[in-house]
């Protein structure tokens, strides 16, 4: 088994649209995404688990601002998570190389998710709060126009104390990316 983690612009085009293919498949149309558009910032990676050089799971974080009372955290949101062969403890690998990543870099990590997955997150190490994407907004850097969110729990990797500093009060989270 082998852990790769790699810039968005290196990815091949067969990755993405393997990629884009489970996202659909997972969670519908609305998830295939130009990667190399939608996540264009160079500290954007993408993980992939492989075995016998087959992509067995794969998940992407992308670089976050986040706005809470006017101070700005420099966060990294985790998404397009998937496992492609399930129960065989890729999912668990894949978080753990992205947990790591994380510690290395000192940095938070950021998910949200349905709730029928939380308690994947929660066995593998990361922080839960039930219903958190309700706290947070996206505001267009261009226009400075507020999008709701939908509902779902947030997971997190605390790498620093943002999220600690979040929960003491009920104030909304301003980020300038849309929700991952």
């Not at 226009?143 to 969110?149: L, N, R």
Request: hydrophobic share 35%; net charge negative.
């Amino acid at each position: 088994m082998k852990t790769e983690i790699r810039t968005i612009n290196s990815l091949s085009e067969s990755e993405t649209e393997l990629i884009n293919t489970w996202m659909e498949k997972e969670f519908g149309k609305k998830y295939i995404r130009n990667l190399k558009k939608y996540y264009s910032s160079e500290e954007a990676r993408c993980f992939f688990i492989k075995e016998d050089d087959e992509i067995a799971a794969f998940g992407i974080i992308n670089p976050v601002v986040a706005d809470h009372l006017g101070e700005k955290h420099y966060i990294f949101g985790m998404g397009d998570l998937l496992t492609i062969h399930r129960s065989k403890g890729y999912g668990r690998i894949l978080m753990e190389a992205i947990m790591e990543y994380l510690e290395k870099h000192r940095k938070t990590g950021l998910g949200f998710c349905a709730r029928k997955n939380t308690e994947f997150y929660k066995k593998v190490g990361l922080g839960i709060k039930e219903d958190f994407m309700k706290r947070f907004r996206y505001k267009d850097p261009e226009t400075g126009k507020i999008s709701p969110t939908e509902n779902g729990d947030g997971v997190f990797y605390e790498g620093d104390n943002f999220i600690q500093e979040i929960l003491k009060t009920d104030e909304l989270i301003y980020l300038d990316t849309k929700l991952w």
